[in-house]
């Protein structure tokens, strides 16, 4: 199935279709890059993300790679639709309620989503920040040369290193977006992260993140769309609650399960197909479907925190 170049201007500059050579984590971005080209083409997109279209013509791309087609499908790209425009309904809520006073948006591994062009920042005072590392940087760099207008910045940081804050702005109140990102971290690394944020942006802010449900941690190497890239999902939850247990100002305020999108049929058919479209796969998907670890597949959450107490240390980030 081609993807189609949206005749909308994207403004994301013009650039000669390069060849991309994809191995460990390229080739993620573009499991997510590919199921948003496709829902910008149905006649009623759920997203509607004519960036994603325009980048994937950009780019000379083995489609038929397995690893891509786990993710060619109506449900795999239900899922990915959805999930971004939560995250982007949530992004416009946050701007919208703090419309009259300067705040920052943080995105932690940002890949190659365009979510800073779909969103209208609505005012000047908006510093966003997307972060990645160097690999990704350097090939969203070469994907979208013409960066976008206003306070904006891409930033090459390694979210693991020991101090990768400290020369982030940390004076206003902070929208910080992990779409897709933690669940390949450690269980630790997602819990000392978490903490580190909060501690950090003093003025408050609210942290938004997603899941994956604990059984398909478990069965890691039975997941198609990981095989060939070797990418592994390592912090899974079952209540996406938890998190707030990481730090004492953390509130939950927003919570989307895939169920509420996806539909909750039996024997996992509304399920994202994750083993496999064959026959394998969809025995394992329906026996994945009796354990209630499965429901809790895909939690899209939404965590606020107030500002630091004014006589508390503040950290080192400044304007």
Wanted: charged share 25%; proline share 5%; with cysteine.
């Amino acid at each position: 199935m081609p993807v189609s170049l949206d005749s909308q201007s994207t403004g994301l500059g013009e650039r000669p279709r390069e060849r991309i050579r994809l191995k460990g984590v390229e080739e993620t971005l573009f499991c997510t890059l590919l199921p948003k080209a496709r829902d910008a083409e149905y006649p009623n997109p759920v997203l509607g993300d004519p960036y994603a279209s325009r980048l994937i013509e950009s780019c000379d791309v083995d489609l038929t790679r397995s690893t891509f087609q786990a993710v060619d499908n109506d449900r795999a790209i239900r899922w990915v639709a959805n999930r971004s425009m939560t995250f982007d309904h949530w992004c416009r809520d946050f701007l919208q309620q703090h419309k009259t006073e300067p705040v920052t948006v943080l995105y932690l591994g940002c890949g190659l989503d365009c979510r800073v062009h779909r969103v209208n920042r609505g005012h000047p005072d908006v510093r966003w920040i997307d972060l990645d590392r160097a690999l990704v940087v350097d090939l969203r760099q070469r994907l979208i040369p013409q960066a976008p207008a206003g306070d904006y910045h891409l930033r090459t940081l390694d979210i693991t290193a020991a101090g990768w804050l400290h020369d982030i702005p940390a004076d206003r109140p902070t929208l910080i977006m992990a779409e897709g990102l933690f669940m390949y971290l450690t269980p630790a690394q997602v819990e000392s992260l978490v903490h580190e944020l909060v501690e950090y942006f003093g003025e408050g802010g609210e942290i938004l993140l997603d899941t994956v449900s604990s059984l398909y941690v478990r069965y890691i190497d039975h997941v198609e769309l990981l095989k060939a890239s070797g990418a592994k999902w390592r912090w899974g939850t079952d209540d996406a609650r938890e998190v707030e247990q990481f730090h004492p100002r953390l509130r939950l305020r927003e919570h989307v399960r895939s169920a509420d999108y996806m539909g909750n049929k039996a024997f996992g058919q509304s399920q994202v197909s994750l083993f496999g479209e064959d026959v394998a796969g969809v025995l394992k998907m329906a026996l994945a479907s009796l354990s209630s670890s499965n429901s809790a597949f895909g939690q899209n959450v939404r965590f606020e925190f107030d500002a630091r107490p004014k006589d508390s240390e503040q950290p080192t980030g400044t304007s």
